[in-house]
């Protein structure tokens, strides 16, 4: 299994460009997570689904827009790229429920600079 | 979900235990602590999870006091390569988002 798969490693972006950032999972997991990680800081919640078809909004969503067609993908988009979105976007997926079944498997990551 | 606070930074010598505290004091009867670690910017990796037992795996011990208003994760022979920032999360049996809240973790700095 190659787990939680995320694409590009690093992008920079000019201050107004879109992108979408790309998150695979190979695990059949219900619940997949996207997060930010900023210099010195923890994670926050973007977006999350938990199955396809079905998205929600988590802490820091404004600038965002995410869509779940397959339970393998969940794409990031960022329409009007701005410097504060400059961040290390995490992907992660879990098999959900409750409990003990919280366990997250996080992606490498992307390292996003707006200039 | 319930705060955690952790020290900022910790230094631990290679091959002793590493002892690293977790305070929650609010939390409720349902909720799970939960510790992650993230390696030099790396995604967070799963370490261990409990709600009142005290748990043991392959990586690491978790001891939760019995008011369940702290508890400390135990590297029992620490390596330069658990150099990284720990986080303790405490989150409920909830349905819904299932996210974690990461705080800013505890440094764990292992020295030769």
């Known amino acids: 299994n190659a787990g939680v798969t995320q694409t590009p490693k690093f992008r920079i972006l000019k201050i107004g460009q879109s992108m979408t950032l790309q998150c695979t999972q190979d695990?059949?997991?219900?619940?997949m997570y996207w997060y930010r990680q900023d210099p010195g800081m923890g994670l926050k919640l973007i977006y999350y689904s938990v199955g396809a078809g079905i998205t929600d909004k988590g802490e820091v969503p404004n600038g965002y827009n995410v869509s779940r067609s397959t339970t393998e993908d969940f794409p990031l988009r960022l329409e009007l790229a701005a410097p504060s979105q400059t961040s290390v976007y995490f992907c992660a997926s879990s098999y959900g429920g409750q409990g003990p079944y919280n366990e997250q498997f996080f992606g490498p990551g992307t390292r996003l600079t707006v200039l | 979900d319930a705060k955690t606070t952790q020290p900022p930074s910790m230094d631990c010598a290679e091959g002793r235990a590493a002892n690293l505290p977790c305070n929650h004091s609010?939390?409720?009867?349902?909720?799970?602590v939960y510790w992650y670690r993230q390696i030099h910017s790396q995604g967070p990796q799963y370490i261990i999870h409990g709600l009142k037992n005290n748990e043991t795996n392959e990586m690491a011990s978790l001891i939760i006091t019995e008011d369940r208003k702290s508890s400390t994760l135990i590297l029992p022979h620490a390596t330069l390569r658990d150099t990284a920032v720990y986080y303790c999360?405490?989150?409920?049996?909830?349905?819904?988002?299932?996210?974690?809240?990461f705080g800013t973790g505890t440094r764990l700095t292992v020295i030769p």
């Open positions: 609010t939390i409720s009867g349902n909720e799970y």
């Open positions: 695990m059949n997991h219900n619940y």
């Open positions: 999360i405490v989150r409920g049996d909830q349905t819904g988002a299932n996210n974690l809240f």
